[in-house]
């Protein structure tokens, strides 16, 4: 994985710490500062084995914060420190040095592929998990928004049920109550207007759901 195409999902790049969310140029920096104090000591000290392992240092530093291209890039370097070191600091060894440098090669670059694909894991691993929460919020809003719907729903329906269910309980009793033709054209419209009002409630509902599948768009 390079630095130019992290995995990263929602405005979020996964991190795992190892210096992430440093910038580029300081990482290259401090490997290209490490890899020449190798190469330098490696001059001044003729030990090769000991030293050219701590090229493996500024190649995983590069790997895990900049990707795969880089890390192979540090890993050249590296190796060419140590086999210029070793070339100029004894001229004796003939090809050695270069199949050693070979050998080195060889090892960091599996090295950046292991590095490379584990950074790649974790950080699918790291942006699953982040869709997962974005996805838990969101349901617990739409559960608070659902408890809030129906709470307000349940309230304003009680109005125009009361409403109809006392008009339906007072045309009941006409006879006894002697009501007038006023009165009951009274009732008649209020139990009308209640279910109008009713009617809407239960089409604000079902827009609702349009809006959430998508089916309707607001303005």
């Given at each position: 994985?390079n630095?130019?195409?992290?995995?990263s999902r929602?405005?979020?790049?996964p991190?795992?710490?190892?210096?992430?969310?440093r910038p580029p140029a300081?990482?290259?920096?401090?490997g290209?500062v490490f890899?020449?104090?190798?190469?330098l000591?490696?001059?001044v000290?003729?030990?090769?084995?000991?030293?050219?392992?701590?090229?493996?240092m500024p190649?995983?530093?590069?790997?895990?914060n900049?990707?795969s291209?880089?890390g192979?890039t540090?890993a050249?370097?590296?190796?060419?420190?140590?086999?210029a070191?070793?070339?100029?600091?004894?001229?004796?060894?003939?090809?050695?040095?270069y199949w050693n440098g070979?050998?080195q090669l060889l090892v960091?670059?599996f090295?950046?592929w292991i590095?490379?694909?584990?950074?790649?894991v974790?950080?699918?691993q790291?942006?699953?998990?982040?869709?997962e929460?974005?996805?838990a919020?969101e349901?617990?809003?739409?559960?608070?928004v659902?408890?809030?719907?129906?709470?307000?729903v349940?309230?304003?329906?009680?109005?125009?049920?009361?409403a109809?269910?006392g008009?339906m309980?007072?045309?009941?009793?006409?006879?006894?109550?002697?009501l007038?033709?006023?009165e009951?054209?009274s009732l008649?419209?209020?139990?009308e207007q209640s279910g109008?009002?009713m009617d809407?409630?239960?089409?604000d509902?079902?827009?609702?759901?349009?809006?959430?599948?998508g089916?309707?768009?607001?303005h």
């Amino acid at each position: 994985m390079n630095a130019a195409d992290p995995v990263s999902r929602r405005g979020t790049t996964p991190t795992h710490g190892f210096f992430d969310g440093r910038p580029p140029a300081l990482i290259c920096a401090l490997g290209v500062v490490f890899i020449l104090a190798v190469g330098l000591l490696e001059y001044v000290t003729d030990a090769r084995l000991t030293l050219a392992l701590f090229s493996l240092m500024p190649v995983v530093l590069v790997t895990w914060n900049l990707g795969s291209k880089a890390g192979a890039t540090f890993a050249l370097l590296a190796t060419a420190a140590v086999v210029a070191a070793d070339t100029l600091g004894r001229r004796d060894l003939g090809p050695e040095p270069y199949w050693n440098g070979i050998a080195q090669l060889l090892v960091l670059m599996f090295v950046v592929w292991i590095l490379a694909a584990l950074r790649r894991v974790l950080d699918l691993q790291a942006s699953r998990l982040s869709d997962e929460r974005h996805a838990a919020d969101e349901l617990r809003h739409l559960n608070a928004v659902k408890d809030t719907l129906l709470h307000a729903v349940s309230h304003d329906l009680k109005g125009p049920l009361a409403a109809v269910l006392g008009a339906m309980q007072t045309l009941r009793r006409e006879a006894q109550l002697g009501l007038t033709a006023e009165e009951l054209e009274s009732l008649y419209a209020m139990i009308e207007q209640s279910g109008q009002k009713m009617d809407r409630l239960v089409d604000d509902l079902l827009n609702m759901g349009r809006l959430e599948r998508g089916q309707l768009h607001p303005h």
